[in-house]
Nanobody, 126 residues
Framework: QVRLVESGGGSVQEGGSLTLTCTVS????????MGWFRQLPGKDLEAVST????????FGSISTKGRFTISRDNAKNTVSLRMNSLATDDTAMYYC???????????????????WGQGTQVTVFS
């Protein structure tokens, strides 16, 4: 059974920080590109940040670059997203996802991610 379980969401004041963590089981974690996606209210899913299998390469969306940092720990089967300087327009449901890939590169297309967590809500208030 493949499971991706997000934790760390919640409600924070504008300017604050949160760290999301995704714990993965049921697959060979080191064989998968990992990513964080989010769904803003009334919008479709969008890629926030992804990280290569080794952790050596990352993708970050323009709107979050410089504020959000993705990392992974292949020994613990976890991927995290540190979110700093949160703004109200970061309010969204955040999802962890996994994509198998032969090469140690990042992926950005949500269609390539086949395993998804249940999501964790992040609410930023002013």
């Amino acid at each position: 059974q493949v499971r991706l379980v997000e934790s760390g969401g919640g409600s924070v004041q504008e300017g604050g920080s949160l760290t999301l963590t995704c714990t993965v089981s049921g697959l060979t974690f080191g064989d998968y590109v990992m990513g964080w996606f989010r769904q803003l209210p009334g919008k479709d899913l969008e890629a926030v940040s992804t990280i290569s299998k080794s952790g050596g390469s990352v993708f970050g969306s323009i709107s979050t670059k410089g504020r959000f940092t993705i990392s992974r720990d292949n020994a613990k089967n976890t991927v995290s997203l540190r979110m700093n300087s949160l703004a109200t327009d970061d309010t969204a449901m955040y999802y962890c996802a996994a994509a198998y890939n032969e090469y140690d590169v990042t992926l950005t297309s949500k269609s390539r991610f086949t395993y998804w967590g249940q999501g964790t809500q992040v609410t930023v208030f002013s």
